[in-house]
């Protein structure tokens, strides 16, 4: 119930994009501000972008991801997506996305993430 499935890692070469999408199953997220997130290992957990639930508020972390990195929502579909372009080593880590909204009855519910990895 109220799953989120993160695809779309893999092993890319240095300066390669990669398109991670999240789908969410048993529960709807268009109702949601949503959120992307990476660990990377021995790291605490830290957001990478965020989205409100119509699109018009999107967010980055940094200046650099702001500049690579698109999020998207497609809701009709319940999907989130995350377009990250000029990829380095240092972003090799694993990806996921959860809800961003304290008051979502699925707030706390986290996917198995996506693994990106990145060659230099």
């Known amino acids: 119930q109220g799953q989120l499935d993160e695809s779309g890692g893999g092993l890319v070469q240095a300066g390669s994009s990669l398109r991670l999408s999240c789908a969410a199953s048993g529960r709807n997220i268009s109702d949601y501000n949503m959120a992307w997130y990476r660990q990377a290992p021995g790291k605490e957990r830290e957001i990478v972008a965020s989205?409100?639930?119509?699109?018009?508020?999107?967010?980055y972390a940094t200046y650099s991801v702001k500049q690579r990195f698109a999020n998207i929502r497609n809701n009709a579909k319940d999907t989130l997506y995350l377009q990250m372009n000029s990829l380095g080593p240092e972003e090799t880590t694993m990806y996921y996305c959860?809800?961003?909204?304290?008051?979502?009855?699925?707030?706390?519910?986290w996917g198995p993430g996506t693994q990106v990895t990145v060659s230099s």
């Open positions: 989205i409100s639930w119509s699109g018009a508020n999107i967010n």
């Open positions: 959860k809800s961003d909204y304290h008051d979502d009855p699925y707030y706390c519910n």
